[in-house]
């Protein structure tokens, strides 16, 4: 560490497997519940997670590796069956014509198995044909003989899977995600950029860790989830850390408290390949007073 810089870094090639008594503790956190915000003030909120041996865990995800893309150990693939392109294509563009005619169609009859709106539907084949033969010109007389617009089609999902203890596995997200964890409460908070209610997550619990960490020491552990699905080990600092990313958004405290906290904590950041497929390395810095 260059204390002169305030900074520590950790390369890649420092990432590590999890140790065995960080594996235990990540074990036992899928008994943890959602933690409430309650009145929305930070140093309330601080006061009431001091006794809950608090203590926080950063996660970064990496995109998954190209080569894994369409392999089953690494994304759970699931298909749907939707809709014809032909059928598509009318309830797209006569949808407002069809809904005003089944209206009036449903004052006086039922149509529980939609027998009735599967012919209306079908009436609007011909106008939907046209839009479809205008979308498709070259092809079009080759793949309606073949029966391609009318078919019913499949659409394939992947979802990468998140081989990770609940509950981080639950995020779904390449984005950075810092979990406020209170142990003898079994409660936690996930603090994340990528919507507003985890944005104020972040905030108010970040901001009421900041607030405590001046009272005592919180542990501090940092993973990386690869992009082989595998969960790395960084470091674990026995004081607080904290991603800096959207801290103070979604939330009502001003911006020269949220300033002052911020200055005297210390912030993690990544730092990226040029292609953005991996992390080259982890910095933890604090600003000079």
């Known amino acids: 560490m260059n204390q002169q810089e305030q900074t520590a870094v950790y390369p890649r090639s420092r990432f590590k497997d999890v140790p065995h008594d960080l594996a235990a503790l990540l074990g036992s956190l899928n008994s943890f519940q959602g933690a409430s915000l309650g009145e929305r003030n930070y140093r309330g ?28 150990e690494y994304v759970k693939t699931t298909k749907y069956a939707i809709v014809s392109e032909l059928d598509e294509t009318v309830l797209s563009k006569f949808e407002d014509e069809i809904n005003k005619k089944m209206s009036i169609y449903l004052r006086n009859h039922g149509d529980p198995k939609d027998v009735h709106l599967n012919r209306l539907i079908r009436q609007y084949y011909s106008k939907a044909k046209k839009i479809l033969q205008l979308r498709h010109p070259i092809v079009w007389e080759k793949n309606w003989k073949a029966g391609k617009y009318a078919a019913a089609r499949i659409r394939i999902e992947r979802r990468r899977r998140y081989n990770m203890p609940e509950p981080l596995c639950w995020g779904g997200t390449n984005l950075p995600q810092q979990f406020y964890f209170m142990k003898t409460s079994g409660t936690y908070a996930r603090g994340c950029s990528s919507g507003s209610g985890t944005r104020e997550a972040h905030s108010y619990f970040g901001l009421a860790f900041m607030e405590l960490s001046r009272r005592l020491a919180i542990p501090s552990y940092i993973l990386v989830y690869d992009k082989d699905n595998i969960l790395r080990f960084v470091t674990q ?34 730092v990226e390949s040029p292609d953005y497929t991996e992390i080259k390395k982890i910095k933890i810095f604090c600003e000079k007073k």
Do not use: Q
């Open 45 to 72: 909120l601080a006061d009431s997670i001091a006794p809950t041996e608090p203590f926080t865990l950063i996660l970064f995800t990496e995109p998954l590796a190209f080569e894994h893309v369409r392999r089953k």
């Open 237 to 270: 600092r026995d004081g607080f850390l904290i991603i800096p990313d959207s801290m103070g958004s979604n939330c009502k405290v001003d911006y020269k408290t949220v300033s002052a906290l911020m200055a005297g904590t210390w912030k993690v950041k990544v």
